[in-house]
């Protein structure tokens, strides 16, 4: 029987989100199922006229899975039981987006997103009793219960690149280079990038550190005869005596950044060394999907509709040991995923001599 999908990317945007629309496109259309893609994340569905257009296999062709971004638009500021309204005016408009699935005649929902949006989807999806599947994507990784979100392996790659292009600059000037990157409250993307582009120190929240001992791991990298250093940072690492530090944009949401420059300047003092600071930023999630995102967004898709066909729902679609499974939503959004200091990449980086700055 033909079945309608509505499907949505929310939260922060990322790479391979259109590349997973596609697949669920092509998948969907070989069952004769019709797929509504609905903008700006379950948003679109409150906007008068709701804002939702058809996707078909000729929107997805085979120029989009190419493209950073999403293609339907996202947002990560929109929650439903507290919609921020013009006015200024905070409004539970849950039933109001219930309804408009329903007046859609939509059999069922996939949602793409990290597990803020899951959070929020999981509990209107219960309320509304719509048939639900999460998709994960998050460059920063956090989701419990999947070895990898779509996103992640782009932002690592842009990390990396960006050491690279690091590295000849600070070799140029005898300089101490610290990039900080993106990652919420997990150190995934320092971790791996700072591992991947030869970073001398490692910072994330996970793993305390001091000053000083960041400080003598440069001396050392300076007395084996090296005249630069690379310090790779966690937006979420704080100060060694617990201060935080965040952004406050206008309406008062609030994003980390600003250690890398208090790092600057504290191991600047601590070294003598000219130091300078690059802050990633954005480009980590803008950028066209690496293979390993393209591929992974691929058989998550895939993997939903066959979870919709098989009529399994509540489930989120996973990466496990190279296969694809499905778990309950509440486990993968039950805990942030953070690095694991006794795990196989904190064990290797300290075995290549990189130091977290706890030693
Ligand atoms: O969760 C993804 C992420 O890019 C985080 O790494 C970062 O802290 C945050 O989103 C930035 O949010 P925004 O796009 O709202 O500035």
């Not at 994340?41 to 939702?52: E, I, N, V, W």
């Not at 994330?204 to 001091?210: H, K, N």
């Not at 967004?297 to 499974?325: P, Q």
């Amino acid at each position: 029987m033909k079945k309608k999908i509505a499907i949505f990317t929310s939260g922060g945007d990322c790479a391979g989100l259109n590349a997973v629309m596609r697949a669920v496109v092509l998948s969907a259309s070989r069952l004769g199922w019709e797929v509504l893609g609905i903008e700006n994340g379950t948003a679109g569905l409150l906007d008068s006229p709701p804002a939702y257009r058809r996707l078909t296999p000729e929107n997805f062709d085979n120029t989009v899975m190419r493209l950073g971004g999403t293609v339907l638009g996202t947002t990560n500021s929109r929650n439903p039981f507290e919609y921020k309204m013009a006015d200024g005016k905070v409004l539970d408009r849950s039933d109001e987006l219930i309804a408009a699935f329903k007046a859609l005649e939509i059999d069922y929902v996939i949602g793409i997103g990290g597990d803020g949006s899951f959070r929020i989807l999981n509990r209107l999806m219960k309320k509304g009793g719509l048939k639900f599947i999460g998709i994960p994507k998050t460059i920063d990784n956090d989701l419990n219960m999947t070895d990898y979100s779509v996103g992640f392996d782009t932002a690592v790659a842009v990390a990396t690149e960006a050491l690279d292009r690091l590295q000849p600059t600070a070799a140029s000037h005898d300089r101490v280079m610290i990039l900080e990157v993106m990652g919420r409250d997990a150190g995934h993307i320092a971790l791996t990038a700072g591992i991947a582009g030869g970073a001398d120190i490692i910072l994330i929240p996970e793993i305390p550190y001091t000053v000083e001992s960041v400080a003598r791991k440069i001396a050392e990298v300076k007395a084996g005869g090296r005249n630069f250093a690379l310090v790779m940072v966690s937006e979420a690492v704080k100060t060694p005596d617990g201060k935080k530090f965040e952004v406050v944009y206008h309406g008062g949401e609030t994003r980390y950044g600003g250690i890398g420059e208090y790092l600057g300047v504290r191991i600047a003092q601590a070294t003598n060394s000219e130091t300078r600071v690059t802050v990633l930023g954005h480009v980590q999630r803008g950028a066209s999907p690496t293979f390993n995102d393209r591929l992974l967004a691929s058989a998550l898709g895939v993997k939903a509709v066959d979870l919709l066909r098989e009529e399994k729902f509540a489930r989120m679609v996973a990466w496990h040991n190279m296969n694809v499974i499905d778990v309950p939503i509440e486990d993968a959004i039950s805990e942030c995923r953070t690095v694991s200091t006794g795990g196989v990449l904190v064990r290797t980086a300290r075995a290549l001599g990189i130091s977290f700055g706890d030693a």
